[in-house]
């Protein structure tokens, strides 16, 4: 637990100063105007005394104990600082200098020097270059923003402190409470997954939120994530998502991933919500401070105005929402109170003069109708509208139900008062339809991911002695300097682990070419091998469909003409040949690996367009049952393998067993970072992989 950071019974402030312009003027103002009631203990050699507390030389001349020091000093002195705190047994330091990692080598070095003596004294470190930590509950503020926000039941942690200045700012102005906050700068020691630890496991957070540009501990965010993401909504903003951020790579699992993937399904993995901006993470968090939740998709619209009503409609057809009709009764029921020109089923459209009655004969129904899971009440202040009235009744309302509300109340000044009745009920409410149902959308999406139950992982029996060869296989290579494994071991290495491969052989000449074709049987496809080639067909190195000698002979040379020609430097060890393989779709079956996250297993439409289409799912290893179809139905083109126009479906059990194979074969062998099998050949039973490259690190 960090209550010494968060729940300090006594602070230090190293760095101290009368001076108004300083930050350690600024922190020791904060706690002493604005309700902490703890001691504090100004530090600074060249003062008595600075507001009216006595100053002290040094940390070690306190001479009581002490749960906290804020930090505030030079970077070059904080080692000392931070080596006299441990010397005298302070628990938790927060080191709001900044000149260090993020300055360069020397800075680096600091930081290193700083981590070693938090660690040797056996302490916990906020920072460095950080803008401190906030918990308004006891009117804490050892931050160097000016003011602190009103009391909440939301915590907030921050890798940015400029942001999180802003931030602050604007839960102040926008009278949004916050409980703890925190920002981490560098993350030398402390970083976000054990933010997230504690504010799961803190009775007064009930939401949790986080802006992040990177993850320190990739796995053990995703454990604690899930952990914590059953009792409370994690939600978070991650910055750093456009391609210029990946790292290059040589396969088409790896291209396809991106650099933004990997945080995507770790997000959904753990039942993180996703939000894109400042804005939109204060919105989605309005709506859970209900605590209700919706029991499925269905989501009722009532609205007095034709227009927005419609938006709401689309916009909750584009998030996975569902609008069903009433049920009869409920129909039977409003079609006796309504004016005949109000629309009955979903959006309800109670017309432009409706009062306060109206909504209410229509939430009546809705909160006891089956067809319903949440309501969404959408106001425009119109001439006998009396917004305030609407708005107790949704009030009155929403107490009696455990369904989730969401108001869009659609104005200015003539809807400010309702607004502020909703909120103050905690009914989130916002001015426009497309963010109200955007943010309930996800209360939707938690509620699902929440629930979902306990994973099936399943382990496949793999012999010994199959291990024992595969490692033999790649430790070979690895020594060898080998990177990209060859056609031949590849296809070794998956077929041990069940992935099947047409009939095959190698051939250095044309002569010896023809003798493997005709053993094999026509027709036969012809691929060049070798070690410095990575996409065959792009160099001419791939000929199909062979029907005899002949057409072996020609396509030996002309392969080894094209290659020449396209990649001159490139050896060629000779061909492969193998049987032509009738019949089934194109698929990609693959893994790449993302040094935050892991492995990750890769399905999607195959075949040389995949890096055009992009029609492809990813999930991070380990991956259960439901993960592997949740992944062949993300894909767009999962009609293609289902059958269409009287064609039999492919075998969607194959692909699920043969991608959690791979699976299993990447955790089993992590020296493996990334795998292709493009095409994997996906029949109406079982399948068969045409190509297969592994590439070990």
Same mark, same amino acid.
């Given at each position: 637990?960090?209550?010494?950071?968060?729940?300090?019974?006594?602070?230090?402030?190293?760095?101290?100063?009368?001076?108004?312009?300083?930050?350690?003027?600024?922190?020791?103002?904060?706690?002493?105007?604005?309700?902490?009631?703890?001691?504090?203990?100004?530090?600074?050699?060249?003062?008595?005394?600075?507001?009216?507390?006595?100053?002290?030389?040094?940390?070690?001349?306190?001479?009581?104990? #002490?749960?906290?020091?804020?930090?505030?000093?030079?970077?070059?002195?904080?080692?000392?600082?931070?080596?006299?705190? *441990?010397?005298?047994?302070?628990?938790?330091?927060?080191?709001?200098?900044?000149?260090?990692?993020?300055?360069?080598?020397?800075?680096?070095?600091?930081?290193?020097?700083?981590?070693?003596?938090?660690?040797?004294?056996?302490?916990?470190?906020?920072?460095?270059?950080?803008?401190?930590?906030?918990?308004?509950? #006891?009117?804490?503020?050892?931050?160097?923003?000016?003011?602190?926000?009103?009391?909440?039941?939301?915590?907030?942690?921050?890798?940015? *402190?400029?942001?999180?200045?802003?931030?602050?700012?604007?839960?102040?102005?926008?009278?949004? *409470?916050?409980?703890?906050?925190?920002?981490?700068?560098?993350?030398?020691?402390?970083?976000?997954?054990? &933010?997230?630890?504690? &504010?799961?496991?803190?009775?007064?957070?009930?939401?949790?939120?986080?802006?992040?540009?990177?993850?320190?501990?990739?796995?053990?965010?995703?454990?604690?994530?899930?952990?914590?993401?059953?009792?409370?909504?994690?939600?978070?903003?991650?910055?750093?998502?456009?391609?210029?951020?990946?790292?290059?790579?040589?396969?088409?699992?790896?291209?396809?991933?991106?650099?933004?993937?990997?945080?995507?399904?770790?997000?959904?993995?753990?039942?993180?919500?996703?939000?894109?901006?400042?804005?939109?993470?204060?919105?989605?968090?309005?709506?859970?401070?209900?605590?209700?939740?919706?029991?499925?998709?269905?989501?009722?619209?009532?609205?007095?105005?034709?227009?927005?009503?419609?938006?709401?409609?689309?916009?909750?057809?584009?998030?996975?929402?569902?609008?069903?009709?009433?049920?009869?009764?409920?129909?039977?029921?409003?079609?006796?109170?309504?004016?005949? /020109?109000?629309?009955?089923?979903?959006?309800?459209?109670? #017309?432009?003069?409706?009062?306060?009655?109206?909504?209410?004969?229509?939430?009546?129904?809705?909160?006891?109708?089956?067809?319903?899971?949440?309501?969404?009440?959408?106001?425009?202040?119109?001439?006998?509208?009396?917004?305030?009235?609407?708005?107790? !009744?949704?009030?009155?309302?929403?107490?009696?139900?455990?369904?989730?509300?969401?108001?869009?109340?659609?104005?200015?000044?003539?809807?400010?008062?309702?607004?502020?009745?909703?909120?103050?009920?905690?009914?989130?409410?916002?001015?426009?339809?497309?963010?109200?149902?955007?943010?309930?959308?996800?209360?939707v999406y938690y509620e699902k991911h929440k629930n979902r139950g306990e994973d099936e992982f399943v382990r496949f029996p793999i012999p010994d002695e199959v291990k024992k060869e595969i490692s033999l296989i790649l430790e070979t290579l690895r020594d060898a300097g080998v990177t990209v494994i060859g056609e031949e071991n590849s296809m070794k290495i998956l077929s041990l682990y069940g992935i099947k491969f047409p009939k095959r052989g190698f051939a250095k000449t044309s002569d010896e070419a023809v003798k493997i074709a005709e053993k094999i049987g026509?027709?036969?496809?012809?691929?060049?091998?070798?070690?410095?080639?990575?996409?065959? /067909?792009?160099?001419?190195?791939?000929?199909?469909?062979?029907?005899?000698?002949?057409?072996?002979?020609?396509?030996?040379?002309?392969?080894?003409?094209?290659?020449?020609?396209?990649?001159?430097?490139?050896?060629?060890?000779?061909?492969?040949?193998?049987?032509?393989?009738?019949?089934?779709?194109? !698929?990609?079956?693959?893994?790449?690996?993302?040094?935050?996250?892991?492995?990750?297993?890769?399905?999607?439409?195959?075949?040389?367009?995949?890096?055009?289409?992009?029609?492809?799912? &990813?999930?991070?290893?380990?991956?259960?049952?439901?993960?592997?179809?949740?992944?062949?139905?993300?894909?767009?083109?999962?009609?293609?393998?289902?059958?269409?126009?009287?064609?039999?479906?492919?075998?969607?059990? @194959?692909?699920?067993?043969?991608?959690?194979?791979?699976?299993?074969?990447?955790?089993?062998?992590?020296? #493996?970072?990334?795998?292709?099998?493009?095409?994997?050949?996906?029949?109406?039973? *079982?399948?068969?992989?045409? @190509?297969?490259?592994?590439?070990?690190?």
């Amino acid at each position: 637990m960090l209550d010494f950071i968060f729940k300090p019974k006594s602070i230090a402030i190293v760095g101290a100063s009368a001076d108004e312009k300083k930050i350690g003027h600024a922190i020791l103002k904060n706690l002493i105007t604005q309700g902490y009631t703890g001691k504090v203990f100004p530090i600074n050699p060249n003062s008595k005394e600075i507001l009216g507390l006595r100053c002290y030389p040094s940390v070690s001349k306190v001479g009581e104990d #002490i749960d906290l020091a804020v930090i505030v000093v030079p970077a070059k002195v904080v080692p000392s600082v931070v080596k006299e705190c *441990g010397e005298v047994g302070v628990k938790g330091v927060v080191v709001i200098s900044a000149g260090f990692k993020e300055t360069g080598e020397e800075g680096a070095r600091l930081e290193q020097e700083v981590v070693e003596l938090v660690k040797k004294y056996g302490m916990r470190m906020v920072g460095p270059n950080c803008l401190g930590v906030i918990n308004t509950e #006891i009117g804490m503020n050892a931050t160097f923003a000016p003011d602190i926000p009103p009391k909440g039941r939301v915590s907030f942690f921050s890798q940015s *402190g400029a942001l999180g200045v802003a931030l602050i700012d604007w839960a102040i102005g926008s009278g949004f *409470g916050l409980g703890k906050f925190v920002s981490f700068g560098n993350k030398a020691d402390l970083n976000e997954t054990d &933010f997230l630890e504690y &504010f799961g496991q803190d009775a007064d957070t009930d939401i949790i939120l986080g802006y992040i540009e990177d993850v320190k501990e990739g796995r053990r965010f995703i454990e604690v994530a899930t952990e914590v993401a059953k009792k409370k909504p994690v939600i978070i903003i991650k910055s750093g998502t456009t391609e210029a951020g990946a790292r290059a790579a040589s396969s088409h699992t790896g291209a396809l991933a991106g650099s933004d993937r990997a945080f995507t399904e770790a997000f959904r993995k753990a039942s993180v919500i996703r939000v894109e901006g400042i804005k939109e993470l204060f919105e989605v968090a309005e709506i859970f401070k209900s605590r209700k939740f919706p029991t499925g998709e269905k989501l009722l619209i009532v609205t007095n105005a034709g227009g927005p009503g419609i938006i709401a409609a689309d916009t909750a057809e584009k998030n996975g929402l569902k609008l069903y009709p009433l049920t009869k009764e409920s129909i039977d029921f409003l079609a006796e109170r309504l004016p005949p /020109t109000a629309a009955l089923y979903n959006p309800v459209d109670v #017309i432009g003069d409706a009062t306060s009655e109206r909504y209410l004969f229509v939430l009546e129904k809705a909160v006891f109708d089956p067809n319903v899971d949440g309501i969404c009440v959408i106001l425009t202040p119109q001439a006998t509208t009396d917004v305030e009235n609407v708005a107790k !009744v949704v009030v009155e309302k929403a107490k009696k139900t455990e369904k989730p509300f969401v108001c869009c109340f659609i104005g200015g000044p003539k809807v400010k008062q309702g607004t502020l009745h909703l909120k103050q009920n905690d009914i989130a409410c916002y001015d426009d339809p497309v963010t109200a149902i955007k943010a309930y959308s996800k209360l939707v999406y938690y509620e699902k991911h929440k629930n979902r139950g306990e994973d099936e992982f399943v382990r496949f029996p793999i012999p010994d002695e199959v291990k024992k060869e595969i490692s033999l296989i790649l430790e070979t290579l690895r020594d060898a300097g080998v990177t990209v494994i060859g056609e031949e071991n590849s296809m070794k290495i998956l077929s041990l682990y069940g992935i099947k491969f047409p009939k095959r052989g190698f051939a250095k000449t044309s002569d010896e070419a023809v003798k493997i074709a005709e053993k094999i049987g026509y027709p036969v496809v012809m691929k060049v091998s070798s070690p410095n080639i990575v996409h065959k /067909t792009d160099v001419g190195g791939v000929k199909i469909g062979l029907k005899d000698e002949k057409e072996v002979r020609g396509a030996f040379l002309e392969i080894t003409i094209n290659v020449q020609r396209a990649m001159p430097s490139a050896y060629i060890k000779g061909v492969n040949i193998y049987e032509m393989v009738a019949g089934g779709k194109e !698929v990609i079956l693959g893994v790449t690996y993302d040094y935050t996250f892991g492995h990750m297993v890769m399905f999607g439409l195959g075949g040389v367009y995949v890096e055009v289409l992009k029609d492809v799912s &990813f999930k991070i290893v380990p991956v259960s049952k439901r993960e592997v179809y949740e992944m062949l139905n993300e894909i767009k083109g999962i009609k293609l393998l289902e059958g269409v126009r009287g064609e039999k479906p492919s075998d969607k059990e @194959d692909l699920v067993e043969k991608i959690l194979k791979l699976s299993q074969l990447v955790e089993d062998f992590p020296i #493996i970072k990334e795998i292709d099998i493009n095409p994997y050949l996906v029949k109406e039973k *079982g399948g068969v992989a045409l @190509d297969a490259r592994i590439i070990i690190g």
